[in-house]
Antibody, heavy 117, light 107 residues
Framework: EVQLVESGGGLVQPGGSLRLSCAAS????????MNWVRQAPGKGLEWVAN????????YYVDSVKGRFTISRDNAKNSLYLQMNSLRAEDTAVYYC??????????WGQGTLVTVSS | SYELTQPPSVSVSPGQTASITCSGD??????ACWYQQKPGQSPVLVIY???KRPSGIPERFSGSNSGNTATLTISGTQAMDEADYYC??????????FGGGTTLTVL
């Protein structure tokens, strides 16, 4: 059974940093592009970043470029999101999601990030 | 940037057919998919590559995509289908784009 379990969310002050983790199991992690997708409270879904199977290619939504860094450790079946210079508008539930082709076929349960003073 | 437009809400009576649309420029040239999200839960894929259903998704869920519009159709809608639904598309120029979401109310 495919499982994605996020952790690392919490309350952080504006300008602060946070590192999210996603532990994957039930599939060959190294064979898939992996993504972070977020959802602000009461709002819709927004793709944030993704990373190629071997980590060579990474892409970001414009609003987080230069502040967020996606990475992975295939030996540990883990995906990460380093978030720096956090802003109030980054407040959201952050989901780890696996991609197959052109769609997200599995999602984690999400971890809440709250940016507030 | 590429945009996908969904109606904010759709209402349907139990047992009737619900249709949720998703509009975008030349959307029919891309693959569209749909996610169902119930309150407090993660999104679940219900339709991918325009019309395909993942394992475990009931047959009452179907999809189509042509021209500028993709449509999610739920036949014989049940109370358990009440949820938010999001369309999503991808191509090399637009990356990963979601529609704004549609709240389906079964009443």
């Amino acid at each position: 059974e495919v499982q994605l379990v996020e952790s690392g969310g919490g309350l952080v002050q504006p300008g602060g940093s946070l590192r999210l983790s996603c532990a994957a199991s039930g599939f060959t992690f190294s064979r898939y592009w992996m993504n972070w997708v977020r959802q602000a409270p009461g709002k819709g879904l927004e793709w944030v970043a993704n990373i190629m199977q071997d980590g060579r290619e990474k892409y970001y939504v414009d609003s987080v470029k230069g502040r967020f860094t996606i990475s992975r450790d295939n030996a540990k079946n883990s995906l990460y999101l380093q978030m720096n210079s956090l802003r109030a508008e980054d407040t959201a539930v952050y989901y780890c999601a696996r991609v197959t082709g052109t769609y997200f076929d599995y999602w984690g349960q999400g971890t809440l990030v709250t940016v507030s003073s | 940037s590429y945009e996908l437009t969904q109606p904010p809400s759709v209402s349907v009576s139990p047992g009737q057919t619900a249709s949720i649309t998703c509009s975008g420029d030349k959307l029919g040239d891309k693959y569209a998919c749909w996610y169902q999200q119930k309150p407090g839960q993660s999104p679940v894929l219900v339709i991918y590559q325009n019309y395909k259903r993942p394992s475990g998704i009931p047959e009452r869920f179907s999809g189509s995509n042509s021209g500028n519009t993709a449509t999610l159709t739920i036949s014989g809608t049940q109370a358990m289908d009440e949820a938010d639904y999001y369309c999503q598309a991808w191509d090399s120029n637009t990356d990963w784009v979601f529609g704004g979401g549609t709240t389906l109310t079964v009443l």
